[in-house]
């Protein structure tokens, strides 16, 4: 059974940086595309920005400049570090690991706010 366990969330004033991280039990992060995804309530879950087995890198629009993701392929581990957070970052994010067609993991999420 695959787990992947994020953590880093909170409160944050605008302006303000948070870290995320997702730890990934098992055996499949190392041929695993990681990624990280967020959704608010009645919207659809949307892509952050996701990492290749190769470390190439893609990111949405409104977080490109501000967020960078990296993996630690030694600690199984994915990494989301958050700069001049906005309000509209506010959004519980997931971790997940997909291999297509294979499978396609998900986190339980963690939330992230950012108010003054």
């Known amino acids: 059974q695959v787990q992947l366990v994020e953590s880093g969330g909170g409160l944050v004033q605008p302006g303000g940086s948070l870290r995320l991280s997702c730890a990934a039990s098992?055996?499949?992060?190392?041929?695993?595309?990681m990624g990280w995804y967020r959704q608010s309530p009645g919207k659809e879950r949307e892509l952050v920005a996701d990492?290749?087995?190769?470390?190439?890198?893609n990111y949405a629009d409104s977080v490109k400049g501000r967020f960078t993701i990296s993996r630690d392929n030694g600690k199984n581990t994915v990494y989301l570090q958050m700069n001049s957070l906005k309000a509209e970052d506010t959004d519980v994010y997931y971790c997940?690991?997909?291999?297509?067609?294979?499978?396609?993991?998900w986190g339980q999420g963690t939330q992230v706010t950012v108010s003054s």
């Open positions: 997940n690991a997909f291999n297509s067609p294979y499978y396609n993991y």
């Open positions: 990492i290749t087995t190769s470390g190439s890198t």
């Open positions: 098992g055996s499949i992060f190392r041929i695993s595309t």
